[in-house]
């Protein structure tokens, strides 16, 4: 119920964040006024800043580098500067060295905001989907030491694992077959590895066969995306759109069974892949004997299965006994099932004339 009541809390229209009694609209660089009801269909980042903070005067270029790239491809997008500064001269500063809106100078509301948001570190951005709701924390933009502009547009996989974890170690080869794939195709897409190790000792010796990028060890904005992404096991594997939205973190699981074909994991994709299986599966046969199991063997979906004939893992589709929870991957099944009807054919063919078939049942006249 708690959990309830703070989303729905959190769910909340941009006007209700950024508008006062005595103020509904936020201002330009050169001084106008500009209704926060133009904002409405936008998706706005909050950017929380402090002009004499080093972080956030390295960070504010790289920004307006994203900003202006965004806005070159027509991205329904806005930015808000709300700076904490109490000196009117540096808070006119920052707001006319960018390209974007800010609340008024003097305007207390960012203590609220802070405190709603439950701002710990500067600078940060929050950004908020078309329909306002909170969709990001410390967006992933500020959380990497590497050029903003080298993210900008990219689908992003943030990689939660850690070296002591055997599943993670046993999933690495196929995140890394699947990574270097999609990136032989120069797809705008990278991974972030975000280290659950315990010591800085066990972060390098992983990373160092990763060939992609990480969150430093130690950050302790790793806890807060944590806590975003809802992250309960390891190796868990969020995918994060060009725009920074959400688009699944059940990533794992997808490069599992479709490798780099996964790209770039949204569900108008996903639903492709599944039509070309389904089409695919229409030449196979609804169910098989095996000489392994006792009972007829149904033709199922299995997102993952390991064969109880080779103990291989397979994917997709398998044939399945659910009384016995007895599974066997196509090949194996296939394969098998066609030697079958190749002996039964052999068999019947030179004692054809002796035999009668009646049904399904064939029997020596």
């Known amino acids: 119920m708690k959990e309830e009541e703070e989303r ?5 229209s941009l006007k209700s964040i950024l508008v006062t009694k005595s103020r509904d609209y936020v201002v330009s660089s050169d001084g106008k ?23 956030c005067v390295e960070f504010t270029p790289q920004l307006i580098k994203v900003y202006e790239k965004l806005k070159e491809k027509r991205e329904n997008f806005e930015i808000v500067l709300i700076s904490l500064d109490d000196n009117e001269e540096s808070s006119k500063k920052s707001l006319g060295s960018v390209p974007w809106l800010a609340l008024p100078f ?21 950004a908020m989907q078309a329909s306002f709701n909170l969709f990001t924390y410390d967006d992933f933009y500020l959380l ?3 050029p903003v502009s080298d993210l900008v547009g990219k689908t992003i996989l943030l990689y939660f694992s850690a070296h002591r974890c055997p599943p993670c170690r046993a999933f690495l080869p196929k995140l890394t077959k699947a990574y270097h794939k999609i990136k032989a195709k120069n797809e705008p897409f990278e991974v972030i590895f975000i280290s659950s190790d315990r010591d800085q000792a066990s972060f390098d010796e992983f990373f160092s066969g990763m060939p992609w990028l990480a969150l430093p060890f130690g950050d302790p904005r790793k806890a807060s995306l944590s806590r975003k992404f ?24 997808l490069i599992s069974v479709h490798g780099a074909d996964a790209y770039p994991f949204t569900e108008e994709h996903l639903e492709n892949i599944e039509a070309k299986y389904e089409e695919m599966a229409k030449g196979w046969p609804e169910k098989v004997k095996h000489a392994l199991h006792e009972h007829e063997l149904v033709r199922t979906q299995r997102t993952i299965c390991i064969c109880d004939g080779c103990d291989e893992e397979g994917h997709l589709w398998s044939f399945n006994c659910e009384e016995c929870d007895f599974d066997l991957h196509l090949k194996f099944a296939l394969e098998e099932d066609k030697e079958t009807k190749d002996d039964d054919a052999k068999e ?5 004339e002796g035999r009668i078939c009646d049904g399904d049942v064939c029997h020596k006249a």
């Open 8 to 12: 729905a809390e959190r769910e909340q």
């Open 33 to 55: 006024k500009i209704p926060v009801s133009e904002l409405e269909g936008k998706t706005v980042g909050l950017y929380f800043l402090l002009h004499s903070n080093k972080s």
């Open 348 to 352: 019947e063919k030179p004692s054809k």
């Open 144 to 146: 990497f030491r590497i």
């Open 230 to 253: 809802k992250v309960y096991g390891i190796p868990m594997l969020v995918a994060l759109g060009p725009t920074g939205p959400t688009v699944t973190k059940e990533a794992r699981s």
């Open 106 to 126: 003097n305007d207390k509301s960012w203590q609220k905001l802070a405190r709603y948001f439950e701002l710990s570190t500067l600078p940060t951005l929050l």
